[in-house]
């Protein structure tokens, strides 16, 4: 009978020390990533558009794919994730129009990083779009930035990695 509830306890701190040392593991893992654009892209009138990145600059676990480009949560936590870009100048867009800028958690909208919307028109304008947001994430989730804008016409995203670019970091729990 004692030796029963000693080997049960033995068992017990074993699994405890087993799951403290996964955890202490995971804590100590680095989760970061930046990508950008170095070519332009286009983005049709009023359709929501993946940017595609097309440039790793820093992914040490490998969490990126590209072409449709998307991030790969390696396990759970919080992520920063960070992202911006600048459309070209134009004169397609007139008051009322809109531009905005959005995270989504698999294919879902996460969050609205901008909306810029009364863009003065007759003026050859760039329109910047920048924005960042908590995210908690699970293991295996998929993280992308889209863009939609409505001028009426195609708009041109800049690949320029100064104004394009984006920015994933998990955050220590």
């Not at 593991?25 to 097309?54: H, K, P």
């Not at 397609?92 to 989504?104: C, K, M, N, Q």
């Not at 930035?145 to 955050?171: E, N, P």
Request: glycine letters at 4%; charged letters at 15%.
């Amino acid at each position: 009978m004692i030796d029963d509830a000693l080997e049960r306890l033995t068992s017990a701190l074993q699994r405890q020390q087993r799951a403290a040392e996964r955890d202490a593991a995971q804590e100590s893992v680095c989760v970061f990533a930046r990508c950008v654009r170095t070519s332009n892209q286009s983005v049709a009138n009023n359709t929501l558009t993946v940017i595609n990145y097309d440039v790793i600059q820093a992914d040490d676990l490998g969490c990126v794919a590209l072409s449709p480009w998307r991030f790969v949560t390696p396990m759970p936590g919080y992520y920063l994730a960070s992202a911006a870009l600048l459309f070209m100048a134009s004169t397609a867009w007139a008051p009322g129009e809109v531009a905005r800028l959005s995270v989504f958690v698999n294919d879902v909208e996460y969050a609205r990083l901008a909306h810029l919307q009364n863009i003065p028109s007759g003026v050859s304008l760039n329109v910047f779009l920048s924005g960042s947001t908590l995210c908690e994430l699970e293991e295996g989730d998929t993280l992308d930035f889209r863009v939609m804008q409505a001028s009426g016409a195609t708009q041109t995203i800049q690949g320029t990695t100064a104004f394009t670019y984006c920015t994933i970091v998990k955050l220590d729990d």
